[in-house]
């Protein structure tokens, strides 16, 4: 069997690309978060899902917008205040449920250009 390669964050030069679209997540992270009082923090989209502790989830951004919680310099707002809040969807990125999730190709840059080598072999 083949040896997965794992993708690590800190080697990104862009780490903030996986940020441009938010992230789905658990509504009592969501309520964590605000409790910090961060500036503009808002939260969109209240969903129910039963694969999220709570039963809900929300997003981190509108539509298709980055993150609200991605500062001017690109560093994650609830980051810089404490890591223990950051949301667990966040933290785990680009894996999903121990797995790359699907839309890591193209928000990851790491991944991306591990998709890229792999096409170029394959022709």
């Keep these: 069997m083949k040896k997965k390669k794992e993708v690590i964050c800190e ?3 862009t780490q903030s690309q996986c940020c441009r679209l938010g992230a789905w997540i658990d509504l009592e992270e969501a309520k964590n978060i605000l409790s910090l009082g ?3 923090a808002d939260f969109f989209h209240l969903e129910k899902d039963e694969n ?3 039963g809900y ?3 981190t951004s509108y539509e298709d917008e980055p993150c609200v919680f991605m500062t001017r310099g690109g560093l994650c707002a609830i980051h810089k205040i404490s890591y223990d809040f950051k949301p667990v969807t966040c933290k785990e990125f680009p ?3 121990g797995e790359l999730a699907p839309i890591a ?3 990851c ?3 991306k250009a591990k998709h890229k080598k792999k096409r170029k072999r394959a022709r």
């Design 11 to 13: 080697n990104c030069k």
């Design 38 to 40: 961060i500036k503009g």
């Design 52 to 54: 999220f502790p709570s």
């Design 57 to 59: 989830k929300v997003g």
């Design 95 to 97: 894996y999903e449920d």
């Design 105 to 107: 190709r193209y928000l």
């Design 109 to 111: 840059e790491e991944v």
